[in-house]
């Protein structure tokens, strides 16, 4: 399951809100069925890369966290505890995930196809050079343009279908909402506006925001499947637009979406701790 390479690409992947997948709950998985589910749809790799976007929280506040030092290190590691992640990711799924869709999602993920897209998906969204992979990407998609290649169309199908409705951008929004307000609680940053405000102003930047979170996605999507032929992603892109896929989807982006934003209000709040680093 793919995820982008920016702060905003990171979390720009999936989609729906909590609560609404906690409403189309249809009965309990057991946790053996939810971890083992986890590891063969390499969801459990995508809750590890959460910490990876954590380098993008002090640019939102104009902090450098080079100038802490080993500080920031210990905090981001604190606040973004894979285990912990982890757990509240299985608490939530052991009582919202049908066996149905998690079935459906394992029957193709376990197959030949769906292991290679799998692992191909793990190591590229643990890569931490953003920036390299980012570059990469754009100059893939540059050259399929060039080319006339309808892989470029194939890619844009699987990214519709990962969010058909959108609601990546308004989670993107609620988060950075989150993190600047807890940073303003936290007296990190001096806030001139409140969250209607904040909101106000991100809906004026809308246009701008969707444009560079599509870029993104499309870039690292070329990027993540280069090795892939046309067929596979074909194929693929048909698995996620199953009903069942899509119902598997929505709820695993909800519970990314939710972590991601408590972990960065905790963030936010905790940074008041952080002391200019000293050279000896």
């Given at each position: 399951?793919?995820?982008s390479?920016?702060?905003?690409?990171?979390i720009?992947v999936?989609s729906l809100?909590l609560?609404?997948a906690?409403?189309?709950?249809?009965?309990?998985?057991?946790?053996?069925?939810?971890?083992?589910f986890?590891?063969?749809?390499g969801?459990?790799?995508?809750?590890?890369?959460?910490?990876?976007a954590?380098?993008?929280a002090?640019q939102m506040?104009g902090?450098?966290p080079e100038?802490?030092?080993s500080?920031?290190?210990?905090l981001?590691?604190e606040?973004?505890?894979?285990?912990?992640?982890?757990?509240?990711?299985?608490?939530?799924l052991?009582?919202?995930?049908s066996?149905?869709?998690l079935?459906?999602?394992?029957?193709?993920?376990?197959?030949d196809?769906?292991?290679?897209l799998?692992?191909?998906e793990?190591a590229?969204?643990?890569?931490?050079?953003?920036d390299?992979?980012?570059?990469?990407?754009?100059?893939?998609?540059?050259?399929?343009?060039?080319e006339?290649?309808?892989?470029?169309?194939?890619l844009k199908?699987?990214n519709?279908?990962?969010?058909?409705?959108?609601?990546?951008?308004?989670?993107?929004?609620?988060?950075?909402?989150?993190?600047?307000?807890?940073?303003?609680?936290?007296?990190?940053?001096?806030l001139?506006l409140?969250?209607?405000?904040?909101?106000a102003l991100m809906?004026?930047?809308?246009a701008q925001m969707?444009q560079?979170m599509q870029?993104?996605?499309?870039?690292?999507a070329?990027?993540?499947?280069?090795?892939f032929?046309d067929?596979d992603?074909?194929?693929?892109?048909?698995?996620l637009?199953h009903p069942?896929m899509q119902q598997?989807?929505?709820?695993?982006?909800?519970?990314?979406?939710?972590?991601?934003?408590?972990?960065?209000?905790?963030?936010?709040?905790?940074m008041?701790?952080l002391?200019?680093a000293r050279?000896?």
């Open positions: 399951m793919q995820h390479i920016t702060f905003i690409a990171r720009a999936f809100g609560m609404f906690l409403g189309q709950a249809a009965q309990a998985t057991s946790r053996e069925r939810i971890e083992a986890l590891e063969t749809t969801f459990d790799v995508a809750l590890e890369s959460i910490a990876l954590s380098a993008s002090p506040v902090i450098d100038g802490f030092g500080q920031w290190t210990r981001s590691e606040v973004f505890d894979t285990e912990k992640m982890h757990e509240t990711a299985v608490a939530i052991e009582q919202t995930l066996d149905e869709a079935t459906h999602a394992v029957e193709f993920y376990a197959s196809l769906g292991q290679r799998v692992e191909a793990n590229s969204h643990m890569i931490e050079d953003n390299a992979k980012q570059a990469e990407g754009l100059r893939i998609v540059a050259d399929l343009v060039r006339g290649a309808m892989r470029v169309e194939i199908r699987m519709r279908a990962i969010d058909s409705s959108e609601t990546a951008l308004r989670a993107v929004q609620e988060i950075q909402v989150r993190f600047l307000l807890a940073a303003s609680a936290a007296g990190v940053i001096d001139q409140d969250a209607d405000g904040l909101r809906k004026a930047n809308e969707r560079s870029q993104s996605a499309l870039a690292n070329a990027y993540t499947y280069q090795t032929s067929a992603l074909e194929a693929y892109a048909r698995a637009e069942l598997v989807y929505e709820l695993l982006n909800a519970v990314q979406y939710e972590i991601m934003a408590n972990r960065f209000e905790a963030l936010a709040a905790r008041a701790e002391r200019p050279d000896i």
